[in-house]
C-alpha cells in the first residue's frame, strides 16, 4: 500500500486493520511513504510491528509500488490504495484464481463509500471518475486488460519483468492515471496467451470525499483521463478497444438516457446527472485532443 498524504493518517489505519483482518493469514503487509518522513514516523509508531513500513525517496505511486515489490515475499503481490477497505475475504478472492498458470494478476471490485448519503446520486456509468468500479461491467469473472490500481494483484515472477513505470509523472509525482493500465498492456505483451482476471466478489470499497463529486475535480479528473489515454495510444497502438467500447454505450446509451430523465423528470438530481456525464465527454475528448498533439509535437 502507497502512502503520501498526512491527512490520510486515519484512513492508512484502517485499511491497514481491513488487512489484518483476512480470512488468508498467510500474508506479509508492506505500506511504503512517499517521500514524507514525518508521515513514516507517525505510522512507525501507529502501525502493528508485523507491517513493513518503508520510506520512498521517489516521488509517485509507481516509485512506491516498484520499492514494495522488491521487499515483497510473497509469491502473489496485491495493492490497495490507502483509502480503500477491503471484504475480509478480498484476498482468498483474490487468490483462488491463481490455480491457473495462464493467470497473470487479478483484480476486484471497488465499491463507493460514500462521505455523504446525497453522493449516492451520482451516475454510477462513470464510477470510474472516482477510482471505482461500475457493477453493470463487472457481473461475474472474466478476463480484462487491466484492472483499478486500488484493488488488484500480480503474480511476482512476472513483476520482476515487467514492473510499474513512473515515466508518467511530472517532477512531483502526480501522474496522468494511466500506469495501471499502461503496465498492464506490457505485461500482455510479454506474456502471450496469458490472462489478466476481474473478479466481482474480491470486494474493496473507496472513501469518496465531497471534493471528488464536485464538478471542478470530475472536470480535472476527466482531462487527465484523456490526457493520459493519449499516451497510451501513442505507446500501444490499438490498444483503447474497451475504450471505445465504452464510448459507444457512452454516447449512444448512457448519455440519452441522462438527458431524457433531465428533461422529463425537471429536477436537480436528473439535471446534474446529464450535466455531469457532458462534462465528462468534454474534459476527456479536450484531453485527449491535447494529449494527442503533444505527441505529434514532440
Known sequence: MPTFSSERFDDTLQAVSSLMKQTHTDKELI???DRNKPLYDKLTDALPKSVRLFLSTQPGPSNARNLGIQHATGDVIAFIDDDIIVEKTWLSKLLRNYQDPNVLGVGGTIKPMWYDPSQAKFPREIY???GCTDP????????VRNNYGGNTSFRRDVLERVTFS???QNVDGK???IEDAEMSIRLL????NHVILHDPEAIAYHRVYPVRTSLAYILRRAYTEGLGKAYITRLHKKSLARERF???DLLLHYLPTRLKEAVRNNDSTSRSNALILLLVMFGT???YGIGTLQNRLS
Open 136 to 143: 453493470a461491467y463487472f457481473e461475474k469473472t472474466h478476463e
Open 128 to 130: 470510474w471518475i472516482l
Open 166 to 168: 513512473a515515466s508518467f
Open 175 to 177: 501522474t496522468r492515471g
Open 246 to 248: 465504452y464510448l459507444h
Open 31 to 33: 505500506v511504503v511513504v
Open 189 to 192: 505483451s510479454e506474456y502471450p
Open 285 to 287: 475528448a479536450t484531453g
